[in-house]
């Protein structure tokens, strides 16, 4: 379900930045992409650790 979110949000930030999620392979990709990119990588560790605390 988390991965559902943080995919969504990588392809809306991919939108934003006017290019198609999963098709930039280059090393010079726009600012935008790489911030994209960044976030996509972070928001799983996010959530898995969501999942792993103790519900009080």
Excluded: D, R
Aim: charged share 5%; proline share 7%; glycine share 8%.
């Amino acid at each position: 379900m988390y991965q559902i979110g943080c995919n969504a949000v990588a392809i809306a930030c991919y939108f934003a930045a006017e290019s198609k999620f999963g098709t930039v392979v280059t090393a010079a990709a726009l600012p935008a992409i790489v911030a994209c990119n960044s976030a996509l990588g972070t928001c799983p560790t996010g959530c898995a650790a969501l999942l792993i605390l103790p519900i009080p």
